[in-house]
């Protein structure tokens, strides 16, 4: 593993969803699931990957951790890590899956994403390459997620390709259908480079004091979300956001000449067209980036279309847009966008 010149900002993320003995009959509302999960066992699963809890917060729906690299959720039959630096984010996988079993839940789902690493030759195994990672989700998923895809999304930005990786039991659709998921949910991940130095300058102020000053603060369109946010030393800043039973978050690393940002939030199809569009721009006009990618996973098209006609009044312009399907997971579409001119 070679020494790299700054931080990786981009993150790898891991989502996995899990069910209990009868698919058709899950955990009940008023079941906690996964969130039994006592700290020490979360915190061995953290110290695989080579993180720590930094601060948290909860809700009646899930809970929210910001990480020393980045954040974690644990609903009760899904969990999400995001992680940045040289973490090793896969090697969760297995720690997560056993502690599941113990809580009598079973794995159905996992999605892999990253973005194209400023800093690939620094990342340690397994994520030397997609290829790799790829490798390790084969030999280390249970064999029942029977259904897999792995995808290279390109653009035409050579530094900015979309990784995806998804697996899938035989009756993952049919448990979306019972529960209501299918067609009504999407996730937004929004990566950004070469931030407003203006932006950059702040990423060394005191947490609170970054989402009031920079406006983080107003992204979410509800101003009654919790927000548990984060400074680090010497620079960096993380933010979750709950709000009811959806979460945002937040990452930003501003050193100079690697700055970067990211952005991911969850929604309804059903939510105001309006509310969507008004959140991009203001993600826009928060950090003022001259690079930035979206990726959109729906099993629908009402998200990812509204993205462009959102971005591109704020000066940047689309140059790339790349549609996959996966299954169980829906389609995923990756955009990317470049400033127009940059004073």
């Not at 899950?26 to 990957?49: K, T, Y």
């Given at each position: 593993?070679?020494?790299?010149?700054?931080?990786?900002?981009f993150?790898?993320?891991l989502e996995?969803h899990?069910f209990?003995?009868?698919p058709?009959?899950?955990l009940i509302?008023?079941?906690?699931?996964?969130?039994?999960?006592?700290?020490?066992?979360?915190?061995?699963?953290?110290?695989?990957?080579?993180?720590?809890v930094v601060?948290?917060?909860?809700?009646?729906?899930?809970?929210?951790?910001?990480?020393?690299?980045?954040?974690?959720?644990?609903?009760?039959t899904?969990?999400?890590?995001?992680?940045?630096?040289?973490?090793?984010?896969l090697?969760?996988?297995?720690?997560?899956v056993?502690?599941?079993?113990?809580?009598?839940?079973?794995l159905?789902?996992?999605?892999?994403?990253?973005?194209?690493?400023?800093?690939?030759?620094?990342?340690p195994?397994?994520?030397?390459?997609?290829?790799e990672?790829?490798?390790?989700?084969?030999?280390?998923?249970p064999?029942?997620?029977?259904?897999?895809?792995?995808?290279v999304?390109?653009?035409k930005?050579?530094?900015?390709?979309?990784?995806?990786?998804?697996?899938?039991d035989?009756q993952?659709?049919?448990?979306?259908?019972v529960s209501g998921?299918?067609?009504?949910?999407?996730?937004?991940?929004?990566?950004?480079t070469?931030?407003?130095?203006?932006?950059?300058?702040?990423?060394?102020?005191?947490?609170?004091?970054?989402t009031?000053?920079?406006?983080?603060?107003?992204?979410?369109?509800?101003?009654?979300?919790?927000?548990c946010?984060?400074?680090?030393?010497?620079?960096?800043?993380?933010?979750?956001?709950?709000?009811?039973?959806?979460?945002?978050t937040?990452?930003?690393?501003?050193?100079?000449?690697?700055s970067?940002?990211?952005?991911e939030?969850?929604?309804?199809?059903?939510?105001?067209?309006?509310?969507?569009?008004?959140?991009?721009?203001?993600v826009v006009?928060v950090f003022?980036p001259?690079?930035m990618?979206v990726?959109?996973?729906?099993?629908?098209?009402?998200?990812?279309?509204?993205?462009?006609?959102a971005?591109?009044?704020l000066?940047?312009?689309?140059r790339?847009?790349v549609?996959?399907?996966?299954?169980?997971?829906?389609?995923?579409?990756?955009?990317?966008?470049?400033?127009?001119?940059?004073?």
């Amino acid at each position: 593993m070679a020494v790299s010149a700054g931080f990786e900002g981009f993150e790898k993320r891991l989502e996995l969803h899990f069910f209990g003995d009868d698919p058709l009959n899950n955990l009940i509302d008023n079941e906690m699931g996964l969130r039994l999960l006592d700290f020490e066992s979360l915190q061995e699963v953290l110290d695989a990957v080579q993180c720590t809890v930094v601060s948290a917060v909860g809700n009646q729906y899930f809970d929210a951790y910001v990480l020393s690299e980045s954040s974690l959720f644990v609903y009760p039959t899904k969990i999400i890590i995001k992680t940045c630096g040289t973490t090793q984010l896969l090697k969760s996988i297995r720690p997560l899956v056993d502690y599941a079993h113990d809580l009598n839940l079973t794995l159905c789902a996992c999605r892999y994403t990253r973005g194209s690493f400023i800093f690939p030759k620094s990342q340690p195994f397994p994520h030397t390459s997609f290829k790799e990672e790829v490798f390790y989700l084969e030999e280390n998923l249970p064999i029942n997620l029977c259904y897999r895809k792995a995808s290279v999304m390109p653009s035409k930005l050579a530094s900015h390709s979309w990784h995806v990786f998804t697996a899938s039991d035989a009756q993952a659709t049919t448990r979306q259908l019972v529960s209501g998921d299918v067609n009504a949910t999407f996730t937004l991940e929004i990566c950004m480079t070469e931030l407003d130095r203006t932006m950059a300058k702040n990423g060394d102020t005191a947490g609170k004091e970054m989402t009031e000053l920079t406006g983080i603060g107003g992204i979410n369109p509800n101003p009654n979300s919790i927000i548990c946010d984060f400074a680090f030393d010497p620079c960096g800043y993380s933010m979750n956001g709950v709000d009811g039973d959806r979460y945002s978050t937040i990452h930003v690393t501003p050193e100079d000449g690697f700055s970067y940002a990211s952005f991911e939030c969850v929604g309804s199809v059903y939510d105001d067209h309006d509310e969507v569009a008004q959140m991009l721009k203001r993600v826009v006009q928060v950090f003022k980036p001259a690079t930035m990618s979206v990726s959109t996973t729906c099993t629908s098209h009402e998200v990812w279309t509204r993205v462009v006609h959102a971005i591109e009044p704020l000066g940047l312009k689309c140059r790339s847009c790349v549609m996959d399907e996966f299954p169980a997971a829906g389609s995923v579409v990756f955009q990317t966008f470049t400033a127009t001119r940059r004073k």
